[in-house]
Structures are given as structure tokens and as C-alpha cells.
């Protein structure tokens, strides 16, 4: 039975876990090179991208992290989703850029911190809870938008890697994490 692996350098990453759980399927909590060894695929869960990044490099972790989503399923949310594009702005950072996305960060502005909307996966309305959330601009030829909200694209898939500018692990539907889980299965 394969293993998800969820980034446990900061933010929400037990609330995952729980979801997972939820749909039957372990995991680890990951903060070493060492840790992704055995896992079918990794979550990276909404935080700070700032601070995620700094303990990434503490860990040198940039380069196995990269090495981890050449070949298997990743799933980035909020912060996740910043760590995963190919481009970062507002400002400029570094990124694994496992997905041909261009993110800009915070960009629902200082006004509108956090907001809960309805947004539509396959015709299924979900929750998603957006908080000081980045904004996808930009996305590549082999990179399909899954759900959008006010027109700009929310949830993309690449077939192998997902990002999600909102937070699915804090809402009661498991309508997202199930499409990543069945990856890894
Ligand atoms: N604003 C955060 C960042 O830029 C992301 C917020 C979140 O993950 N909820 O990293």
C-alpha cells in the first residue's frame, strides 16, 4: 500500500493528514531528503512560502524536492502552490518549479486577507477557503484548469502534479485530496 508524504516544515500539514486518513491512505510527516524515500507522492501544505523556503534550504532540501516531482505526484495548496510554480511574483522568489504556472503572491490584496467561495470541480460545488492567497497568471500549453474562481484558474493539474490556491484540507469535502490520492494509489 503506497505512502503519501505531507512537508511538515510548517504550516497546516496534520490537516492533510487527517483528510487522508480519512480516505484510508498513511502518512508521513516529511522534513529530510531522507524522509520523502518511500513515499508515492508529497503534499506540500498551505504556510508561509517565505518561511518553508528558508527551512528547505536548512535542509537542503530544494534539490531532492526537485528530484522527488521529476518522477512522482505532488500536490502543492496555498503556499505549496507558490512552492510548485515556475514563477514567483511580488515578490520575486525561488521555487521548485515542478509546474508551468506563474503565481503572484497575496494577491487578493491587503483588504481581502481571507474569503470563503463556491467554486466548481467537474460540475461538483465545493467550499474553498482562501486565505492570503496567491493568484495563478499564467499557465503553461500541458497544464489544465480544474476549477476557477471570478475567471482566474484555482486548481491545475499537469497529470502528474496539482496546486490548489485555496486550502481543501479545511473544508468538510475531500472532493480534492481523492483526485491526488487516487495518483499516488
Ligand atoms: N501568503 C502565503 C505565502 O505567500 C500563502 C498563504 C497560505 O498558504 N495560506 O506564502
Redesign the pocket.
Given at each position: 500500500m503506497p505512502i503519501a508524504g505531507v512537508l511538515a516544515l510548517q504550516?497546516d500539514f496534520e490537516a492533510h493528514q487527517r483528510v487522508l486518513a480519512g480516505l484510508g491512505l498513511s502518512s508521513v510527516q516529511v522534513r529530510t531528503a531522507a524522509g520523502l524515500a518511500g513515499c508515492g507522492g508529497l503534499i506540500i501544505p498551505?504556510?508561509?512560502?517565505?518561511t518553508m523556503l528558508k527551512m528547505i534550504g536548512y535542509e537542503n532540501l530544494l534539490e531532492p524536492l526537485r528530484e522527488f516531482g521529476r518522477s512522482k505526484p505532488v500536490f502543492g495548496?496555498?503556499?505549496?502552490a507558490?512552492l510548485l510554480a515556475r514563477e514567483v511574483s511580488n515578490p520575486v522568489q525561488v521555487s521548485l518549479g515542478l509546474m508551468d504556472i506563474s503565481v503572484e503572491?497575496?494577491a487578493y490584496g491587503r483588504q481581502v486577507h481571507s474569503h470563503v467561495a463556491r467554486i466548481a470541480i467537474d460540475e461538483e460545488e465545493v467550499e474553498a477557503v482562501f486565505?492570503?492567497?496567491?493568484v495563478i497568471r499564467r499557465v503553461g500549453p500541458s497544464t489544465r484548469v480544474l476549477a476557477r474562481f471570478e475567471g482566474t484558474p484555482v486548481l491545475v493539474d499537469d497529470g502528474l502534479h496539482m496546486a490548489a490556491t485555496f486550502?481543501p484540507e479545511l473544508t468538510s469535502s475531500d472532493r480534492v485530496h481523492r483526485l491526488f490520492a487516487a495518483r499516488i494509489r
Open positions: 504550516g498551505g504556510g508561509e512560502s517565505t495548496t496555498c503556499a505549496g507558490i503572491r497575496n486565505i492570503r492567497a496567491p486550502h
